[in-house]
Antibody, heavy 120, light 109 residues
């Protein structure tokens, strides 16, 4: 069974850097999947943040590009998100997820439970 | 990149059917057959219920179905049950990135 689990600081200071890691178990990260980050700010809808392919290719939400980096460590079975210059608007529950195939990167079939990050 | 447009709310009585729309543009839904739908109960992880416009993942009830016409995708929930009460989001591919819909809260009366 594929499982994902987010981890990282729950509190980040304004102008600081948000760093989250998603640990993947039950699936090889060497297969052709996209690994994705999604967030939900309090009282708001889901927002697609970005994705990384097993090869390291990335795609980012244009509204966050410039502040975001993503990385992947296949040997350790995890991928990470870094968001710089954070503001209160970046306060959200952050989810990591896996796309079921390389052809449909939006078909996110496995999700982590989510991690709340507060910028304050 | 703008969020796809969904109605904020939808409702129906148990046993009825309800359809939720998701309107995009010719740059996303109108061009690509990569539309997914997610069911989200607050406090839990979203659940994939439809992918590639009308495909159901294994284990998802046949009461959920998807379709697309032009720039608009739709999700139909048939035989409404109390457990269907949740938020529903569409997601479409836009060429290199994906974009979510604004979300629809489904209430089972």
């Amino acid at each position: 069974q594929v499982q994902l689990q987010e981890s990282g600081p729950g509190l980040v200071k304004p102008s600081g850097t948000l760093s989250l890691t998603c640990a993947v178990s039950g699936a090889s990260m060497g297969t052709e999947n996209w690994w994705t980050w999604v967030r939900q700010a309090p009282g708001k809808g889901l927002e697609w943040i970005g994705e990384i392919f097993h090869s390291g290719t990335t795609n980012f939400n244009p509204s966050l590009e410039g502040r975001m980096t993503m990385s992947l460590d296949r040997s350790k079975g995890r991928f990470s998100l870094t968001l710089t210059s954070v503001t209160a608007a970046d306060t959200a529950v952050y989810f990591c997820a896996r796309a079921r195939t390389r052809y449909d990167s939006g078909a996110l079939d496995y999700w982590g439970p989510g991690a709340l990050v507060t910028v304050s | 990149q703008s969020a796809l447009t969904q109605p904020p709310s939808a409702s129906g009585s148990p046993g009825q059917s309800v359809t939720i729309s998701c309107t995009g543009t010719s740059s996303d839904i109108g061009t690509y057959n990569y539309v997914s739908w997610f069911q989200h109960h607050p406090g839990k992880a979203p659940k994939l219920i439809i992918f590639e416009v009308n495909q159901r993942p294994s284990g998802v009830s046949h009461r959920f179905s998807g379709d697309k016409s032009g720039n608009t995708a739709s999700l139909t929930v048939s035989g409404l049950q109390a457990e269907d009460e949740a938020d529903y989001y569409c997601l479409s591919y836009e060429g290199t990135i994906n974009v979510f819909g604004t979300g629809t809260r489904l209430t089972v009366l």
